[in-house]
Structure formats: structure tokens, C-alpha cells
């Protein structure tokens, strides 16, 4: 003070109270599966170009939890030092559903066969999880049982919370099935059209008969002019594109024969005529014997006279055992048009070589010689000739 005062100051205080320190958890989300990010905030209220790193120690929490949802953030052990009082704003962590790829498998069966499982492999899995813990459900395909492709869809496969299926589609193939189609093998006699030719089927399935197999047609290189032989019988043209076709060829035998020749073609085949000697005796036997310039023909239900010297007898369409009736008549081309035997007195093979019996083109004679002497005790002599219809 100046010199009028005597001074005497009685001592106080100066209070510095702590500021106010804002901090707000700031929001932050993560996928299922992976490590929290840094719980962070932001800061209000520093004071005196003080930084949050000086004033701030500790960190902040959240509530515990790993699956798909949402976590309280909350102070935790975040602290200021005295020159602030602290306030913190919470906020939230957020899970969210990690991406699960599905992949369909491309699989295929054969027609007729059941489907095989719709199978599927899976990527993205996380904290350990299987396939079999998270998902759910089963795929499915677009409906169908022939051959061709069918798409297979998600169907009702799901996955829990924590995940999202990102679905990849394929396919199913289903392919033709094995059919074999074996011509059957048949024969027939020359001159005579082919006969309706037929198969045998195996490999048909799914319920299919042979309805479901149009388009089938046989082909072959023998005609009715064909000569005997072997044919190959081709079958082809089915038209089921649910089978994969193998052909087995079949054969087609033309056995020898033909059609009679036209002149007689109304004329009853006799394949043994019975020549018995009005004498029979083992000397007369051959003497006996009439010289047959022609063959003897009839038509059906006439008579023909018998020649001179022989015997009646009748001729018999059920052939001997050693020479049965033949189901046809060929030419038989080691013989002339016409041929003739007569009787020889001599008995000579010689001269009946040297002599030809009549025969009627084309037809097959079974003896061309008669022997130059009857067996004894044989009364008359059979001959296997070509004679047709009647005889006597």
C-alpha cells in the first residue's frame, strides 16, 4: 500500500477444476468369422492443445458374442487423467453373415437308372463351422427322366444366421442307356419271297416296350431270284434318342429248290415210282422192263395208261426212308435237257450209258441208270425217278 496504510492481505485459493471430456464409441462392424476391428472414438473438450493420447489411457470394450448380431460398446477401462472429467457415448459392433459359396456338382446317370444325390462342395466356412452344422436342406433339379440336361437348382438347402449361401448351379446329364437290337436268323427255300423278318430286344428299361422303338426296318441283298447261299439280315432306323442302338445283323439262308417249271407247276411232286416185271424173276427181271421214252406225267386227278411191259403200280408223293420227298424241285445240272434209258438184252451198262431217258428240264432226277441185273429174290426194281402226278 502507500505510506497512509499499514497493508495486511489474508491469504485464499485459486480452484482449477477438471474439464469436461466427451468421448463417442464410434460404430464398426465386422464379418462373421473374422477379428474385431479397433473399438475407436472420437474426443471433445481437449483443452490447452492437449492431445487424446496424453490425457487417455485404456481402451473400450464390447459385450462378448461371435455370431450374426449386434454388440454394445461401452467405456471399458478408458480413463482421463484429472485435468478431465470423462464422458463416454456408447455405440455398437456389428456381425454380419459371412458369404458361403455352394458349388453344385455336374453329375450324370443313364436312362433309367435312379438319380444319384445332388452333391455340392461348399467354400468360405469360418471359426471351425462344417458343412454339415451349418447347412440345411438339399438341393434339387428341374424335373425330367429323358435323355438330355437338367439344371440343378438350390432347392431347399439354407444355411444358419452367420452365413449367406451364394449358390453356383450345374447340371445332370442324363445319357442314352444300351439298347442291342439282334436281327433273328431265318431260312428259306429259293424262288420264295423273303419271309417278315423279326428281332429279339435287349436293354430296354425305364418301363419302355417295343412300342417306343418306331422307325425299325430290315434290310437284305437277297431277292426272290437269289441263288442259295448266306445273307446278311441289317436292321436299323429306330428312332429313341434315349438309347444308344448296337445291331447285330441276322442271317437269311436260301436253301437249293425252286419253283416247278410252269408247264407243271399244277403237278403233285412224286419222288418214287415201283417198276415191278409182269414175270418176276431173277432171269426175266430186265426183260421185263418196257422202255420208257417218256416220263410219265399227269396232271392232278387224271390217269395216264402204263407202258407196255409194265406192271401197274402207284406212284407215291411220300417218298422211301433212304429218299424222302424234297419241299422243292431244282434242276439238276449234271443231267441233259432229255435223257432216256431203255431195256438191254445184253444187260450191258455200257449200252445203257450209251442210251437216254426223256426228262423234263429242270427237274432233278435221282438215278440215271438202271443196273444191269436184278438181285435175286428181288421180284421187281424201285428207281428213284422224276416223275410227277400218277403213275402206273
Do not use: C, H
Amino acid at each position: 500500500s502507500n505510506a497512509n496504510y499499514t497493508l495486511s492481505v489474508t491469504g485464499s485459493t485459486l480452484s482449477i477444476t477438471p474439464a469436461a471430456l466427451t468421448v463417442t464409441a464410434n460404430a464398426v462392424s465386422r464379418v462373421y468369422g473374422d477379428a474385431d476391428p479397433a473399438l475407436s472414438y472420437s474426443v471433445a473438450g481437449l483443452k490447452r492443445g492437449d492431445s487424446a493420447t496424453a490425457v487417455l489411457s485404456g481402451t473400450l470394450d464390447r459385450a462378448a458374442g461371435e455370431n450374426v448380431g449386434t454388440y454394445a460398446i461401452s467405456q471399458g477401462s478408458l480413463a482421463s487423467n484429472a485435468n478431465y472429467t470423462l464422458s463416454v457415448t456408447g455405440s455398437t459392433l456389428s456381425i454380419t453373415p459371412a458369404a458361403l459359396t455352394v458349388t453344385a456338382n455336374a453329375i450324370s446317370r443313364v436312362y433309367g437308372d435312379a438319380d444319384p444325390a445332388l452333391i455340392y462342395s461348399v467354400a468360405g466356412l469360418k471359426r471351425g463351422d462344417s458343412a454339415a452344422a451349418v447347412l440345411s436342406g438339399a438341393l434339387d433339379r428341374v424335373a425330367g427322366e429323358n435323355v438330355g440336361l437338367y439344371a440343378i437348382g438350390q432347392g431347399s438347402l439354407i444355411a444358419n444366421a452367420n452365413y449367406t449361401i451364394r449358390y453356383q448351379g450345374a447340371a445332370l446329364t442324363i445319357t442314352p442307356a444300351l439298347l442291342t437290337v439282334a436281327v433273328d436268323s431265318v431260312s428259306r427255300a429259293a424262288g420264295v419271297a423273303n419271309p417278315v423278318f423279326t428281332a429279339r430286344y435287349q436293354g430296354l428299361v425305364n418301363g419302355d416296350g417295343v412300342a417306343s422303338l418306331t422307325g425299325l426296318a430290315f434290310t437284305t441283298s437277297a431277292t426272290v431270284d437269289s441263288p442259295a447261299g448266306a445273307y446278311a439280315i441289317k436292321a436299323g432306323g429306330i428312332r429313341n434318342g434315349n438309347y444308344d442302338i448296337t445291331y447285330i445283323d441276322g442271317l437269311l439262308t436260301v436253301t437249293g429248290g425252286g419253283s416247278l417249271p410252269a408247264a407243271v407247276a399244277n403237278v403233285a411232286p412224286v419222288t418214287t415210282i415201283t417198276q415191278l416185271p409182269q414175270t418176276p424173276s431173277v432171269a426175266s427181271a430186265t426183260a421185263a422192263l418196257a422202255s420208257v421214252a417218256a416220263p410219265v406225267v399227269a396232271n392232278a386227278g387224271s390217269i395216264t395208261t402204263a407202258p407196255a411191259g409194265l406192271a401197274s403200280g402207284a406212284g407215291t408223293t411220300g417218298g422211301s426212308g433212304s429218299n424222302p420227298p424234297a419241299a422243292s424241285i431244282s434242276a439238276d445240272a449234271a443231267l441233259a435237257a432229255t435223257t432216256q434209258v431203255v431195256q438191254s438184252a445184253s444187260g450191258s451198262a455200257a449200252d445203257e450209258d450209251s442210251k437216254t431217258e426223256e426228262m423234263i428240264p429242270g427237274l432233278l432226277g435221282q438215278q440215271r441208270r438202271l443196273p444191269s441185273e436184278a438181285p435175286e429174290g428181288t421180284p421187281g426194281l424201285e428207281q428213284q425217278f422224276p416223275n410227277l402226278g400218277r403213275v402206273w
